[in-house]
C-alpha cells in the first residue's frame, strides 16, 4: 500500500508544482473521489501528504467524496469535484476514473491503481496514455488466470469454483475473462456469483453453499474488499478454500493471496 500512495503522491506535488498551485497565498485544491469507503487508503494519502510537506488544512485542501459502494453515484460526485474548481483529482478504482475522465478533460487525474487502464479505455498505452490521466497499475486482469492456477494447485479436487465478482466494477469483466481462460485449460467450471452491495451477502453465499462449490475466488473490487471481514467470516462458516488478491483479505483471516509487486507507471504525455 504504501507504494501505491508513494506513486500518487509523487504524482498530486509533481502536478501541483506544474500548475503553480504552491505558489505563496495559495492553497492547493484536491478531489479524491473513492467508490468505496476506505480508512486505510485515506490515512496513507494523508500521512504521503504531510511527508512531503502538505498538510491538510494548512497548505491543501482535501475535498473527500465517496459512493459508498453505490456506483450509480460517482458520476455525481466527480461533477460535484470539477465544479469546485480542484487542482487535481485522485480517484479509485476503475468505474471512478471512468466518472472523473467523463467529468473532466482538462483537471489532471490520479488513479492511485487500476488493474488493467488500456483495456477499461482509460489510456491509449502505458508509456504514451495521451489525455488527463497518469498514475498505476497492477495489471491484475493478467494475473488472475495464475491465481486461479494456484487456487487449483492447492485444491486439486477442485472442480467448480464460485468467482465472487462486484459486475459493477468495469475491470471485473477483463478479469473474469482470464479466470475463465485459465479454467478452461484447468478443467475447472466456475459459477459467477454477483454482489452489489453488502446487503446481498447473505443471498449471494447461500446460493454458493447450494452450488457445493469446491473453492472460492474473490475477484478485486473496492466494495467487496470494504466488506472483507464479513466476506471472510462467510467464507469460514462455508468451509471453504478460498484465494484474494490483496493481503489485508489475510490479515482479517482469509487463507491465501497472491503477492502484488510494485504498481507499474503510467506515464503522462
Same mark, same amino acid.
Given at each position: ?6 506513486? &500518487?503522491?509523487?504524482?498530486? /506535488? ?15 485544491? /484536491?478531489? /479524491? ?9 485515506? !490515512? ?11 498538510? !491538510? ?24 469535484? /470539477? ?68 487456487? *487449483? !494447485? ?63 475466488? +474473490? ?30 483479505? +489475510? ?9 502484488? *509487486?510494485?504498481?507499474?507507471? &503510467?506515464?503522462?504525455?
Amino acid at each position: 500500500m504504501r507504494g501505491i500512495w508513494l506513486v &500518487v503522491v509523487l504524482s498530486v /506535488v509533481a502536478i501541483l508544482l506544474a500548475a503553480d498551485a504552491q505558489q505563496a497565498g495559495n492553497v492547493a485544491r /484536491v478531489g /479524491v473521489l473513492f467508490g468505496s469507503p476506505a480508512s486505510s487508503w485515506i !490515512e496513507a494519502l494523508r500521512q504521503g501528504l504531510r511527508d512531503v510537506g502538505l498538510v !491538510e488544512g494548512r497548505n491543501v485542501l482535501i475535498e473527500w467524496r465517496s459512493a459508498d459502494g453505490r456506483y450509480e453515484r460517482l458520476p455525481g460526485l466527480a461533477y460535484e469535484l /470539477v465544479q469546485l474548481g480542484v487542482d487535481v483529482l485522485i480517484a479509485h478504482p476503475t468505474v471512478a476514473v471512468q466518472a472523473a475522465r467523463r467529468a473532466t478533460t482538462t483537471i489532471p487525474i490520479v488513479m492511485p491503481a487500476s488493474a488493467d487502464p488500456v483495456g477499461a479505455g482509460l489510456v491509449e498505452s502505458l508509456a504514451r496514455p495521451g489525455g488527463n490521466i497518469t498514475g498505476s497499475t497492477f495489471i491484475s486482469s493478467e494475473i488472475t488466470g495464475k491465481r486461479l492456477e494456484l487456487l *487449483k !494447485e492447492m485444491v486439486p479436487h477442485a472442480r467448480l469454483v464460485a468467482v465472487v465478482v462486484n459486475p459493477d466494477n468495469p475491470a471485473t469483466a477483463l478479469q473474469f475473462a482470464q479466470a475463465r481462460a485459465a479454467g478452461a485449460a484447468l478443467g475447472v467450471r466456475l459459477r459467477l456469483i454477483e454482489i452489489r452491495a453488502e446487503t446481498q451477502l447473505d443471498a449471494a453465499f447461500a446460493a454458493l453453499l447450494r452450488d457445493r462449490a469446491d473453492a472460492l475466488f +474473490v475477484i478485486d473490487d473496492p466494495m467487496l474488499g470494504s466488506k472483507r471481514v464479513d466476506i471472510v467470516k462467510q467464507v469460514a462458516t462455508a468451509r471453504l478454500p478460498a484465494m484474494y488478491g490483496w493481503r489485508d483479505w +489475510v490479515d482479517a483471516g482469509g487463507l491465501m493471496v497472491t503477492a502484488q *509487486k510494485w504498481p507499474s507507471t &503510467v506515464s503522462r504525455g
